[in-house]
């Protein structure tokens, strides 16, 4: 009988989404001279294994290098403010972390935030950027719930707000 043709259509395609989060390694408020763990996350999912990989997170002012603590491959390439990782794969339905550790710069006042980003790109796909991951000095790492209510004069949905909460000293 009669034997159906199949044609692909455009190549499949790795679908990465890539998140940082950081994390004050001695848990109390953000203070200079201490030490933070960004974390990376890259997770592929598609249905297709992503080749090719590499990320790259350019410190911010007010950070420096201090280790990698967890890296996808062996080799990792530090110059400067600049810390990648080249030429990894993440399988299909996979997630794959790295982790980085900064020490605070001695001097930096109270209130002085630092956020940080992280690119993960594909090799013929582009790149794809992480949200930032931000602390500021004299306040604490983590996460909380608001609750409560906020009224706005507009028929509009509320979408796109940022919500800052520092501890007030006594």
Do not use: H, M
């Not at 390694?25 to 297709?48: A, F, K, M």
């Not at 990894?88 to 930096?108: C, K, M, S, W, Y």
């Amino acid at each position: 009988g009669n034997q159906p043709t199949v044609t692909p259509v455009g190549a499949l395609r790795p679908s990465l989404e890539i998140a940082k989060s950081v994390s004050d390694d001695n848990g109390d408020l953000v203070q200079p001279g201490e030490d933070l763990t960004y974390t990376i996350t890259v997770r592929n999912n598609s249905t297709v294994t992503a080749r090719e990989v590499s990320l790259l997170d350019i410190l911010p002012d007010g950070v420096a290098f201090d280790a990698t603590v967890i890296t996808p491959v062996s080799f990792v390439d530090v110059t400067g403010a600049r810390w990648s990782v080249s030429d990894f794969e993440v399988p299909a339905g996979q997630t794959v972390i790295a982790a980085l550790r900064v020490r605070l710069n001695d001097g930096l006042t109270e209130g002085t935030e630092i956020c940080n980003e992280a690119t993960v790109n594909v090799a013929g796909f582009g790149d794809l950027t992480s949200e930032p991951a931000c602390v500021t000095v004299g306040g604490a790492v983590g996460s909380g719930r608001i609750g409560g209510l906020f009224n706005a004069d507009t028929d509009q949905p509320l979408s796109d707000f940022l919500v800052r909460v520092y501890r007030q000293s006594n």
